[in-house]
């Protein structure tokens, strides 16, 4: 489980209501909510960022609401993974059940700057800052069961699945 | 080794024998609660994965809170999907306009989540409920939908940290400012992932209104749940509610705590939380000239009856300041009533408030009081983030309803002293 693709960086404690505003909770189509992806944060990132990106924060991402259109408009957006100095535990919980991979790395954020290329292997635990000669980073790897959610596309496809 | 109130409410919920802080436990939950935001989602889910009945309709709940009555189309879609399923599957705790208020509020005072519960509610101000002496804990959709199938749900047993507040706090010191006192110190991740046990000998004195508001912002410091061990002041107050039976736990005296803070509760002020954190506390005296637009005193935090009396002792004879809006919002149906029958909306409309129906509304920036560019609110809400109640240029200020009052009539961020 590798993902390869730009850093786009944000501070610490970022917000539901950064990375989606209430006032587009009244529906739940990610088409509609990756179009309003972190606005109140960067109201450039919808219209920049690539599929493939990753984001690259500060400690405590996805603090506040408990609203699954967060991890959703994110990963509909073409964000392929986040790391993040430390997750908000209702965010954490989502994103995965999404199917939305996140690790935490407490290093990487000082060491990268935005619009760097890095390399994240989930399954061996390390991140890699391409075309630099930093030293990987460490990171908890995804469990094996924990992979096969994330590919079947998040919890409830995952049980489906498994019947 | 002994047990903190939250691990021993856990293991209730369970087949094992023992848990400890980190373990990952399956369990039964007495309380699965959605609103017209998230249970649209859950429904969907909940269908896609081949649901055909919830676990036990008594016990799933559905509150069509936070954009009703209906904003818009999308809205009223939204809780059409929630109306049809609680039809569909009859739901007991479905509540209609009329009947609805804002869930955080509403499920206490229906006695629908109790002492002793393991509630799980897709609303990150779930853990509301730990004022009861319950645990409970906000989750998202997905979570939802999952437990409305099985009636379960995983948890990792959280660490308790123990804050014990003593001393006598001053008069217009209320739970809300006790919160917001607390987040100023360990920032809003000072409690990532652990649960919170307040006690102390302020917190036993304290009413429900203020221990309700003080569950309900743990999520604000990141904490997974916020308790209170149960004792008379909650006997009194859900004897006549509930309507199933119920369990006081406490916490034996030799449980393990991550953390053991002693706040005195006779030093704190009134406290605001200043743009965009509930982290960025400022006592009163030392908010300086902050010159507002508008006022929004309800909430799940502090919409209740305690609340508005408070609001209403201030404004009583007084008038809003020109240009500045007051918005008051009872949370529930039967808090509008009590508030209309003790003549306190005589006395906030006397004073040029206008009173709204139950809603979650401008707590979030949905409708009904949002702000325009520039523009500065304070409010008796729970969150102050860029863009929290409208436009991302707008700023929200966090205060207590006495100070939320006071602010009204001044047209500027003020302690009640000061009239």
């Known amino acids: 489980m590798k993902f390869k693709g730009r850093v786009w960086k944000f501070g610490d404690n970022i917000d539901t209501d950064a990375i989606i505003p209430a006032r587009y909770l009244n529906t739940s189509a990610p088409e509609i909510?990756?179009?309003?992806?972190?606005?109140?944060?960067?109201?450039?990132?919808?219209?920049?960022?690539?599929?493939?990106?990753?984001?690259?924060?500060?400690?405590?991402?996805?603090?506040?609401?408990?609203?699954?259109?967060?991890?959703?408009?994110?990963?509909?957006?073409?964000?392929?993974?986040?790391?993040?100095?430390?997750?908000?535990?209702?965010?954490?919980?989502?994103?995965?059940?999404?199917?939305?991979?996140?690790?935490?790395?407490?290093?990487?954020?000082e060491r990268v700057s935005e619009g760097e290329r890095i390399e994240v292997d989930g399954e061996a635990g390390f991140i890699v800052v391409m075309n630099s000669n930093t030293e990987p980073f460490r990171i908890h790897p995804i469990p094996p069961f924990m992979q096969e959610l994330i590919r079947d596309g998040g919890l409830m496809k995952h049980l489906s699945k498994k019947g | 080794m002994g047990m903190t109130i939250t691990e021993k409410i856990l293991l209730q919920h369970?087949?094992?024998?023992?848990?400890?802080?980190?373990?990952?436990?399956n369990a039964r939950v007495d309380i699965a609660l959605g609103n017209d935001v998230t249970a649209p989602i859950a429904i969907e889910e909940f269908k896609k994965a081949g649901g055909?009945?919830?676990?036990?309709?008594?016990?799933?709940?559905?509150i069509p809170d936070h954009f009703t009555?209906?904003?818009?189309?999308?809205?009223?879609?939204?809780?059409?999907?929630?109306?049809?399923?609680?039809?569909?599957?009859?739901?007991?705790?479905?509540?209609?306009?009329?009947?609805?208020?804002?869930?955080h509020a509403l499920l206490p005072e229906q006695g629908i989540v109790l002492p002793g519960d393991l509630v799980i509610g897709a609303d990150s101000h779930t853990c509301t409920y730990g004022a009861l002496g319950a645990f409970a804990t906000g989750i998202g959709s997905t979570d939802l939908a999952g437990a409305m199938m099985t009636g379960e749900a995983w948890f990792k047993v959280p660490e308790t940290m123990k804050v014990i507040f003593y001393g006598h706090p001053g008069k217009w010191v209320s739970g809300k400012d006790l919160i917001l006192h607390l987040i100023g110190l360990i920032g809003v991740d000072g409690a990532l992932y652990r649960a919170m046990e307040f006690t102390g000998e302020t917190v036993e004195k304290l009413g429900m209104a203020d221990r309700f508001a003080i569950a309900n912002m743990v999520i604000e410091a990141g904490a997974k749940n916020g308790i209170f061990i149960p004792d008379e002041m909650t006997k009194e107050y859900v004897k006549s509610r509930a309507k199933r039976p119920y369990t006081f736990y406490s916490s034996d005296p030799d449980a393990a705590y991550s953390e053991v803070m002693e706040i005195d509760a006779g030093k704190i002020e009134p406290q605001v939380a200043f743009p965009h954190l509930p982290s960025n506390v400022k006592g009163i005296s030392k908010v300086g000239d902050?010159?507002?637009?508008?006022?929004?005193?309800?909430?799940?935090?502090?919409?209740?009856?305690?609340?508005?009396?408070?609001?209403?002792?201030?404004?009583?004879?007084?008038?809003?300041?020109?240009?500045?809006r007051l918005i008051i919002i009872p949370a529930t149906q039967e808090i509008y009533r009590t508030a209309l029958r003790e003549g306190l909306f005589e006395i906030f409309l006397d004073a040029r408030a206008v009173i709204s129906p139950p809603t979650c509304g401008p707590c979030l920036g949905g409708y009904m009081g949002i702000l325009a560019d520039g523009e500065r609110a304070v409010a008796t809400t729970n969150r102050n983030f860029v863009g929290r109640m409208g436009h991302p240029g707008s700023e929200v200020y966090l205060a207590?309803?006495?100070?939320?009052?006071?602010?009204?009539?001044l047209g500027r961020i003020a302690g009640p002293d000061e009239l």
């Open chain 2, 52 to 62: 055909k009945q919830v676990f036990d309709r008594h016990r799933v709940v559905l």
């Open chain 2, 14 to 25: 369970t087949d094992i024998g023992e848990i400890h802080p980190g373990m990952l436990i």
């Open chain 2, 290 to 324: 902050v010159k507002i637009d508008q006022v929004v005193i309800g909430s799940c935090t502090n919409g209740r009856i305690e609340d508005l009396r408070v609001a209403a002792g201030i404004l009583k004879g007084r008038r809003v300041a020109p240009y500045v």
């Open chain 1, 33 to 109: 909510l990756a179009i309003h992806c972190m606005e109140d944060a960067d109201p450039g990132f919808a219209k920049k960022v690539k599929r493939g990106d990753i984001i690259v924060a500060g400690k405590n991402f996805g603090c506040g609401s408990s609203r699954e259109h967060a991890p959703i408009a994110i990963k509909a957006a073409g964000v392929s993974c986040i790391i993040a100095k430390s997750f908000a535990r209702i965010f954490y919980r989502n994103a995965f059940n999404m199917g939305l991979p996140i690790f935490e790395c407490l290093d990487l954020w």
């Open chain 2, 69 to 103: 009555p209906n904003k818009d189309i999308a809205s009223a879609q939204q809780c059409k999907i929630l109306r049809n399923f609680a039809k569909e599957q009859e739901i007991t705790h479905y509540y209609e306009i009329g009947e609805v208020g804002i869930e």
């Open chain 2, 400 to 409: 207590n309803p006495s100070v939320a009052a006071a602010s009204a009539i």
